[in-house]
């Protein structure tokens, strides 16, 4: 399996609170990628990462920011939690940009009341 | 718009049957197509990975296809077990994007 850990793995929270969700691997991947599961959305992409303090929006990009300082870390942060931005979060890597496989972390299921 | 898309959403099968899960994208111009396994409540576990220049690609009881040309790939399944139980996503990079899009997936119920 992928070195790729997901923290916290459950996370419930009220309105209007910063949450930041972390993603570690030990594969030494250069791309690194969030998504959000919901049902009847399938999965979204909301950002991701080609290296280094390198990052760019995805489809569903709006009320998140990312940050990427070193290449095994990529923070996911929801500034002011609202309640459609609960979902399950999954972090994704992969070692080259159009060719290679993409491998999950076990996701953080966020509920936001 | 590109889109991915997987029919059926749902499937029964005893086991023991061959089966055959469909993923059809719009875009011909595909980098890749993979196909994963998710189990209620876990990730997504990559099983094929299908490079543009390959048809197909297999790894025990799967196999997975890839046509370009008809934008259709598919997971054909041998001899299914009731531990394949899961759904089954494809995703396809269809452009210089570097972004996957996901189909919706299939949920495969095997019966004993």
């Known amino acids: 399996d992928a070195g790729i850990t997901q923290s916290p793995r459950h996370k419930v929270t009220e309105t209007g609170t910063p949450v930041t969700l972390r993603c570690h691997q030990t594969?030494?991947?250069?791309?690194m990628y969030w998504y959000r599961q919901d049902p009847g959305h399938g999965l979204r992409l909301i950002h991701y990462?080609?290296?280094?303090?390198?990052?760019d929006k995805g489809e569903v990009s709006d009320g998140y920011s990312v940050s990427r300082s070193k290449t095994e870390d990529f923070l996911l942060t929801l500034e002011s939690a609202t309640s459609s931005q609960t979902s399950v979060y999954f972090c994704?890597?992969?070692?080259?940009?159009?060719?290679?496989?993409?491998?999950f972390g076990e996701g953080s299921r966020l509920t936001v009341l | 718009k590109q889109e991915v898309t997987q029919i059926p959403a749902a499937l029964s099968v005893p086991e023991g049957e061959n089966l055959v899960l469909n993923c059809s994208f719009t875009?011909?111009?595909?980098?890749?197509l993979q196909w994963f396994r998710q189990d209620p409540g876990k990730g997504l576990t990559s099983l094929l990975l299908?490079?543009?220049?390959?048809r197909e690609q297999t790894s025990g009881r799967l196999n997975a296809s890839l046509d370009k040309s008809s934008g259709r790939s598919t997971l054909y399944i041998a001899a299914s077990q009731p531990g394949d139980s899961a759904t089954y996503l494809c995703?396809?990079?269809?452009?210089?994007?570097?972004?996957?899009?996901f189909g919706s997936g299939t949920r495969l119920l095997v019966r004993p």
């Open positions: 594969e030494n991947h250069r791309y």
């Open positions: 299908i490079q543009s220049s390959q």
């Open positions: 995703a396809a990079l269809m452009d210089s994007s570097y972004k996957l899009i």
């Open positions: 875009d011909s111009a595909i980098y890749n």
């Open positions: 994704a890597i992969s070692a080259y940009i159009l060719s290679g496989e993409l491998f």
């Open positions: 990462s080609y290296g280094v303090k390198d990052t």
